[in-house]
């Protein structure tokens, strides 16, 4: 299973930027998939996830001002961020919570991080 995420650049603030993440691999279900951030110095943190289901949870941080969202037959995941401010600049990854097999168990995939970078 791999994990491919892409969008990440310099940005100012005030402006957008969409972060992608597709899926590829033996997979069998996706239980959920998310974006999860770390800043320098700092742990890495949760930003948003959407279920099978389609419910998302976000960061109070974000709320109101990103967006994730999912594309079931592409295996593909978006983050849409808007009205950035400098303390969103980070390393960004994306991650999915599936499995491989039918009554497999339940992993959580990592793909390689995308830094963002607010400027002031």
């Known amino acids: 299973v791999q994990l491919q995420a892409s969008g990440g650049g310099v940005v100012q603030t005030g402006g957008s930027l969409r972060l992608s993440c597709a899926a590829s691999g033996s997979i069998f279900s996706i239980n959920s998939m998310g974006w999860y951030r770390q800043a320098q110095g700092k742990e890495r943190e949760l930003v948003a996830r959407?279920?099978?289901?389609?419910?998302?949870n976000y960061a109070d941080s974000v709320k109101g001002r990103f967006t994730i969202s999912k594309d079931n037959a592409k295996n593909t995941f978006h983050l849409q961020m808007n009205s950035l401010r400098p303390e969103d600049t980070a390393v960004y990854y994306c991650a999915g919570d599936l499995t491989t097999r039918y009554n497999g168990p339940t992993y959580l995939y990592w793909g390689q991080g995308t830094l963002v970078t607010v400027s002031s």
């Open positions: 959407v279920f099978s289901s389609g419910s998302t």
